[in-house]
């Protein structure tokens, strides 16, 4: 059963983080022409990746912790989890907040908007690409071997 939890959670978490992050924000972007509009929804969606990873991560932690095994692997898993959770959080709650005071008055963006929003966008990427780890099966091996 606990082996389905962490499935179904990380499918979830993940598959969020992904499908906002590359399908529907880049989407809002290319289909309206409206960028303000486009960039209030793509936030709402970032809120809620934010909201989901502050409730993912603990479960996926406590998940993990479950096994009761102490091994580098699950260090590994646990740094991880942290890891993806901390970015999609920071993302939200220090970025963002940032880009609203890089605006204008009017609501353009501002000269270091662009330089704000390239730093949340890598660690958007960062931590989504850090998901990938979690994700994958069997050991990690990353010792030399002779002969091959």
Same mark, same amino acid.
């Given at each position: 059963?606990?082996? &389905?939890?962490?499935?179904?959670?990380?499918?979830?978490?993940?598959?969020?983080?992904?499908?906002?992050?590359?399908?529907?924000?880049?989407?809002? &972007?290319?289909?309206?022409?409206?960028?303000?509009?486009?960039?209030?929804?793509?936030?709402?969606? &970032?809120?809620?990746?934010?909201?989901?990873?502050?409730?993912?991560?603990?479960?996926?932690?406590?998940?993990?912790?479950?096994?009761?095994?102490?091994?580098?692997?699950?260090?590994?898993?646990?740094?991880?989890?942290?890891?993806?959770?901390?970015?999609?959080?920071?993302?939200?709650?220090? &970025?963002?907040?940032?880009?609203?005071?890089?605006?204008?008055?009017?609501?353009?963006?501002?000269?270091?908007?662009?330089?704000?929003?390239?730093?949340?966008?890598?660690?958007?990427?960062?931590?989504?690409?850090?998901?990938?780890?979690?994700?994958?099966?069997?050991?990690?091996?990353?010792?030399?071997?002779?002969?091959?």
């Amino acid at each position: 059963m606990r082996v &389905f939890l962490k499935r179904l959670v990380l499918t979830v978490w993940l598959g969020m983080i992904w499908s906002v992050g590359y399908l529907a924000a880049p989407i809002l &972007f290319e289909t309206l022409d409206d960028r303000a509009l486009a960039g209030l929804v793509a936030g709402k969606l &970032f809120t809620t990746v934010a909201w989901v990873s502050l409730v993912a991560g603990p479960i996926m932690a406590f998940l993990i912790m479950a096994t009761g095994e102490r091994s580098r692997r699950r260090s590994l898993k646990l740094i991880c989890v942290l890891l993806v959770m901390l970015s999609m959080v920071s993302v939200h709650w220090i &970025f963002t907040p940032m880009m609203e005071g890089a605006r204008l008055p009017d609501g353009t963006p501002g000269e270091s908007f662009l330089m704000i929003h390239g730093a949340s966008s890598v660690v958007y990427l960062l931590g989504s690409l850090i998901g990938l780890v979690l994700l994958w099966p069997g050991k990690i091996d990353l010792r030399i071997r002779k002969g091959a």
